[in-house]
């Protein structure tokens, strides 16, 4: 089934650790992005990417980093964890249907560093 | 640069009472606007957009251009709508948020 997963769902780790947040899309999007969302809080874009080797930073500084050697998969990593870092993230991916596009959201991993 | 802000964080109403959400965007270019929702343990979903001029779940949404507003509206708010709603805009690639607005209907 076409679809976007996220893995792990919740993730706790203690500082210092690298640390690598797994998104794939079977839907053959494009586009892709990742967000950081506190409870109830906004969304914050970090990183998104117009298709395969292009990543750009979002609007919120992050130090996590991103790659995209496929179409499908983007995934999200933190070289040394914090617990500033402590957050939910989110991963979508797009595509163009008619003259608009839709989003389409993973059910998020749920990371706390300890 | 591109912007959303919604002003409400919370909106408690009746069930059965009309509901308005604020959207207010900033964006130099011809914008998409998007609405989407997240139900208690669910995903963030889409639901409506502003192209479309549609009418989903009883909700729909006006684009005014001259305001740069983009209010999500219901005339009868049902239990069943009690959710997070965010504004987005869709402009240069990125897709942005707003911070979002808890909708609490009760009984």
């Known amino acids: 089934e076409a679809d976007i997963y996220q893995t792990p769902r919740y993730l706790v780790i203690g500082t210092g650790k690298k640390i690598t947040l797994e998104c794939s899309q079977t839907m053959g999007h494009d586009k892709m992005y990742w967000y950081q969302q506190d409870p109830g809080m906004e969304l914050h874009l970090i990183h998104y990417s117009y298709g395969v080797n292009s990543t750009e930073k979002g609007d919120l500084s992050s130090e996590s980093t991103v790659s995209r050697i496929r179409t499908e998969h983007f995934p999200l990593t933190l070289e040394s964890a914090r617990p500033s870092h402590t957050s939910q993230y989110l991963c979508?991916?797009?595509?163009?249907?008619?003259?608009?596009?839709?989003?389409?959201f993973g059910q998020g991993t749920r990371l706390t560093v300890v | 640069a591109q912007r959303v802000t919604q002003p409400e964080k919370l909106l408690s109403v009746f069930k059965g009472a009309p509901v308005e959400l604020k959207c207010n965007y900033s964006y130099s270019g011809s914008p998409e606007l998007f609405w989407y929702v997240q139900y208690s343990r669910q995903r963030l979903q889409l639901l409506l957009r502003h192209i479309s001029r549609e009418s989903i779940k009883g909700f729909t949404a006006d684009l005014n251009k001259g305001e740069t507003s983009f209010h999500l509206k219901k005339p009868f708010a049902q239990e069943e709508d009690s959710a997070m709603y965010y504004c987005?805009?869709?402009?240069?690639?990125?897709?942005?948020f707003g911070a979002g607005t808890q909708v609490v209907v009760t009984p």
């Open positions: 987005a805009l869709r402009g240069w690639g990125k897709l942005q």
């Open positions: 979508a991916s797009s595509a163009i249907r008619g003259s608009y596009t839709e989003a389409f």
